[in-house]
Structure formats: C-alpha cells, structure tokens
C-alpha cells in the first residue's frame, strides 16, 4: 500500500492527505462531545482553534514525503554548472516528479549538444584567424623590421663614426622587435603542433615559456596517444593558457607539464610551486572559462585546485578510446 501510495501522482497524495485530515476532522466533530451554538461561544471558538492548530503541524508531517523529491531534483538543478557538462538531476519521486527530473536532463542534453557543436564551431573561427593574423605578422610586420635591419646594416659603413653606436642600438631594437613578432606568431598559430605533434608542440611550449618567464619547466610527455586533431588542439590550449596564468599571477619558481594515458583517459597535468590558487583564480577567470569552454568541446573534465606541496594544478581528462 505504501509503495502504492508513494507512486501517486502527487496531486493525489495531496488530495488524499487532506482528505484524510478533513476525515478526521469530521470524526472528531461527530463524535466528540463537542456543539457549536449560534453565536458561536468563546469556550467553542478556543476548542475549534486548537483542534485545528493540532491538525497543522500532522499536515505537514504527512504533506513533506510527497515534496522532498521536488525538493531534492530542485536542489540538484541549482547545482548545475553549464561549463561542467555531465551533471543530471536525479530521477526520484512520483511519476510527476520523475517527468519534471527527465524532461529537465533531456533538456540537458540538447542543450549540451547544441553548446558543444556551436562552440566547436566557433573554435574552428577562432583558430582560423589566428593562422591569419600569424601569418600576417610573419609576412609583413616581421619582413618589414628584416628590411629596417639590412638598411640599417647597410647604413652602417657610411655614417660617421659617432652615429654608429645609434645605429647599433637602433638594428638592436629592430631585432628584438621581430623575435617577439616571431614569438606572438608561434603563439598564435603552433606550426610544431601541425607539423611535430603534440608532443613536440608542448615540448617547444614549455621550452619557450621556460625561457622567457625565467620558470623551470620539467616534462613528462607519453609519445604515442590516441587523440585526434581536435583534442590535440585544446590540450595545447589548456596547456598554453596555464602556463600563461603561471607567468602572470603564480609567482612561480618550477613548473611540471605532465601527459599521458590513466583509465581510458589522456591526462593532461601543469602543476606549478606559485602563491596557490584564490589570486590565480580572481586574476583569470576569463583564462579559466576559456580553458573550460575548450574541455566542454572536447567531452573532457577540466579541474584547477591546489597542488600537493602548495601551488596551483590544473588536470585535464580527455576520455578516448582503448
């Protein structure tokens, strides 16, 4: 019977709750010694009061197992975090709240898919203008500080004496410009990533990274992964933008960019020793949105916490195939 009962839909265990209670109420007048006269009398009135008060706190006892599911699916709604795919409300209850529950995750779901499907759209754009303006700045910014270069070379045997160390100082600013023209290209489109691997590209990244933000960067990097171009792409990614945020807030001294395969899933892991994780995460929570933008393309789970010992770690799981 309870079983039965719990099965309701849940207009008709509350119908059948206060049905019950009116029953008893009814009872209760019926068979009391209780009258009611025209007026009613203060003594009569006090007595109605507190049978009906009494009556309250039984309907909520009776009313809160037929809510608790609503309450529980509700709880369990607030907690979903788009940029967490995966999470679904549970399907518990009556019948009504078990279709209030799976129509919600279905909801979910397209809304999931269609997220996936316009951001990996948008990430397509994205990369596609990256190659452009790297390709841009290569051919024409860093081919334009070349050409100032080769005049000011050839400059150089003509002016007098005394202009030579001007003009030394001027070839040197021009060079230094196009090694970071050079450097913001390499950033903007991975040429080892389409061309060495994934390996090689976070290879080259930390190399460049170690170099510049004075951070020594170790690596562990498995060779051979079954990722395909896409995944490659947002690990790189998630990789690049860690270790930028390592540059700019952690206050770091050692960094570990660690790869490889666990339970059906390619880890990603860059850990560094910096100041932790609440500076990191107020300074960048647009890097952060992005890097989990990039897991939610992917299917994969992206966590930023701290790391053992002190620090920040950041851990991707990418699931892939055997």
């Known amino acids: ?4 009962f719990t099965a309701m839909p849940l207009l008709w265990r509350v ?21 009611v006269s025209v007026p009613v009398a203060l003594t009569e009135l006090l007595v109605l009061a507190g049978g ?5 706190p039984l309907d909520v006892v009776l009313l809160r197992p037929a809510f608790q599911p609503l309450h529980e699916v509700a709880k369990a709604m607030r907690r979903i975090d788009p940029l967490s795919p995966g999470r679904r409300a549970p399907v518990v209850g009556g019948p009504d709240v078990r279709a209030l529950a799976r129509t919600f995750n279905e909801m979910l779901d397209r809304l999931e898919t269609e997220r996936r499907e316009s951001a990996r759209r948008a990430l397509m754009v994205q990369e596609d203008e990256r190659q452009r303006v790297a390709r841009e700045l290569h051919d024409e910014v860093g081919q334009t500080l070349t050409a100032i270069m080769l005049q000011i070379e050839s400059l150089t045997a003509k002016v007098p004496e005394g202009m030579r160390e001007e003009l030394d100082e001027l070839r040197e600013t021009a060079r230094l410009g196009a090694e970071d023209v050079r450097r913001i290209a390499v950033r903007l489109r991975p040429e080892a990533l389409q061309d060495l691997g994934l390996q090689s590209a976070l290879s080259a990244l930390a190399t460049s990274f170690g170099e510049h933000a004075g951070v020594r960067v170790d690596r562990q990097l498995e060779r051979i992964l079954p990722l395909s171009e896409e995944q490659e792409l947002v690990i790189y990614r998630v990789a690049q933008e860690a270790l930028t945020n390592v540059a700019r807030h952690a ?8 790869l490889g395969r666990s339970d059906g899933h390619v880890m990603l ?14 300074s960048s929570s647009t890097g952060i949105r992005g890097m989990r933008e990039r897991a939610m393309l992917i299917g994969a789970q992206l966590s930023i916490g701290p790391a053992d010992g002190g620090g920040t770690e950041v851990v991707l799981r990418v699931p892939v195939e055997a």
């Open 52 to 56: 009906t008060l009494a009556l309250l």
């Open 15 to 35: 119908f059948l709750t206060n049905a019950l209670l009116l029953a008893v109420a009814f009872g209760l007048l019926a068979l009391a010694p209780v009258t």
């Open 269 to 282: 892991r860059v850990r560094n020793d910096g100041q932790g994780l609440p500076t990191l995460a107020e």
């Open 251 to 258: 206050r770091a001294t050692s960094a570990q960019i660690t």
């Open 1 to 4: 019977m309870r079983e039965r």
